[in-house]
């Protein structure tokens, strides 16, 4: 993404396939990001998505994104255990009770 993202389009980041304010890279970065942290086995055996990955990106920068989202939410966990840095929370829903993200940060 640009630098100087817009912090309407930056909290609504969820929504990237929705809002049609990203591009196919990006929405598809957003999607890999989303997947790895949710359910990383079912990527894994999930060939339609590999196929699609691999027409928008390289064999290498499918490691570098991978790698990057690894570390990521590696970080945010160990930030999260250490109850230091939270100063960004990641809400996927209107409801905070009801947020995923719960599961991968807290």
């Given amino acids: ?25 990006e929405r598809l970065a957003a999607e890999m990001a ?13 060939d339609e998505f590999w196929e699609r990955a691999k027409t ?8 570098e994104l991978l790698a990057l989202i690894g570390f990521c939410l590696g970080v ?5 255990v250490l109850d230091i840095a939270n100063d960004c ?3 996927l829903t209107s ?5 995923p993200s719960f599961y991968s940060h807290g």
């Fill in 1 to 25: 993404m640009q630098q100087g993202l817009e912090d309407e389009l930056y909290h609504r980041v969820a929504e990237y396939d929705e809002i049609g304010a990203f591009t196919e890279q």
């Fill in 34 to 46: 989303e997947r790895f942290v949710f359910d990383h086995v079912a990527m894994r055996n999930d």
């Fill in 56 to 63: 928008i990106f390289s064999d290498q920068q499918i490691l």
């Fill in 76 to 80: 945010g966990r160990i930030l999260a």
């Fill in 89 to 91: 929370p990641v809400n």
């Fill in 95 to 99: 409801d905070p009770s009801e947020d």
